[in-house]
């Protein structure tokens, strides 16, 4: 096995400082790399619930646009009383039991009366992983039988 020595007689290689700021560049290149991975992850959770709850506000939504609404008659959308506030579990792919609820709040505002219009604001509040409170809001204006 032949050695290589310099013109100096020196053995070549690297020296141990070297090889120990060769590593800590190694380490914090993988450790970047991994948090960035993370990130990602946790941004793509919060993109789904934040999708799930929407769809949930939605739906809401679409109930209250449901609801009968004659001037003269009868009237479901301003004295409902179905708009109550219960949790729901929010349309996730899941497994086991990591169940994330939204509850949805619907606020029916009379805007004017003639001509008669009403406000329609659907509010689908959840939790991100037990962290933070968030909001999904949808409003839509609705006049008699639409």
Not at 54 to 74: N, T, V
Request: aromatic letters at 8%; a positive charge; glycine letters at 8%.
């Amino acid at each position: 096995m032949k050695l290589n020595v310099s013109k100096w007689g020196k053995i070549k290689g690297f020296t141990m400082v070297e090889m120990i700021v060769a590593m800590a560049i190694a380490g914090i290149t993988v450790a970047g790399v991994a948090s960035g991975f993370m990130q990602i992850f946790v941004q793509g959770q919060s993109s789904a619930y934040s999708l799930a709850a929407h769809s949930q506000a939605m739906r809401g939504l679409e109930q209250a646009r449901a609801a009968k609404w004659d001037p003269a008659g009868k009237d479901e959308l301003g004295s409902n009383t179905n708009w109550l506030t219960q949790p729901e579990i929010l349309d996730l792919p899941m497994s086991g039991n990591n169940i994330t609820y939204g509850t949805n709040r619907v606020y029916v505002t009379t805007i004017s009366t003639k001509p008669p219009l009403r406000q329609i604001k659907v509010e689908c509040t959840w939790n991100f992983m037990n962290r933070r409170t968030f909001t999904n809001s949808i409003v839509t204006y609705r006049a008699p039988d639409q």
